[in-house]
């Protein structure tokens, strides 16, 4: 996964910069270091500084996917689609595509050639979970990211799920991940119920 082109190339700049302009725009906000900051452009950052650290030779392809997981994703209202587990595959199939055709018009107007723009789809997509690397290297970092910054406040927000429920839907998202998601989750600093919720999970 190494870059073929390096990360401080114009065009790639430009890409971010555009990246995060546009999730600059999300009206929803979070309060990070005592400010409110929008939401995506949050998280993309996360996931860029994740990426950073479990894959530092990832290549300019991985990087741009990493940075544009979610862009716009507050255009895609999950309220939009039916309650229940098909209305929210129909809702993530939608970001995906969504994700994948903002990504791809900006890389586009960089100069990027037909084949590197697919490769970004292809990661962004996570297709070939387990077979590709680059796909698979995306999960990890989704994952792990969900983890250090987002899953003690789903699990606050879901009081009225036990505990063998929480560790059931922590289990479908460790599922996709290999043994170096893995070993970067059970490393970061976690209180102890959530360390012990990850633990249910993996067992």
Known sequence: MKATVTPSSPRFQAVIAEIDGANAQDPRQDIVAGGSRPRELVYSE????????????????????????HICRWQIPRDKYPLGRDGYNAWRA????????????????????????????KII??????????????????????????????????????????????????????????AAALGLSLPEPTRRLIGLALK
Do not use: W
């Open 46 to 69: 996360r996931m860029s500084e994740c990426l950073s650290r479990l894959y530092p030779e990832a290549s300019e392809a991985l990087q741009i996917a990493a940075r544009a997981q």
């Open 94 to 121: 939608s970001c995906r595509d969504h994700h994948a055709a903002l990504t791809s018009a900006i890389l586009h107007r960089h100069g990027y050639a037909d084949s590197e723009v697919a490769q970004v789809v």
């Open 125 to 182: 997509r996570k297709e070939q979970l387990k077979r590709d690397p680059e796909s698979q290297a995306l999960e990890n970092v989704v994952a792990v990211v969900f983890v250090d910054h987002y899953l003690d406040d789903f699990v606050a927000t879901h009081k009225d799920y036990d505990e063998e429920k929480l560790a059931d839907i922590l289990r479908k998202t460790l599922r996709k991940m290999d043994p170096v998601g893995h």
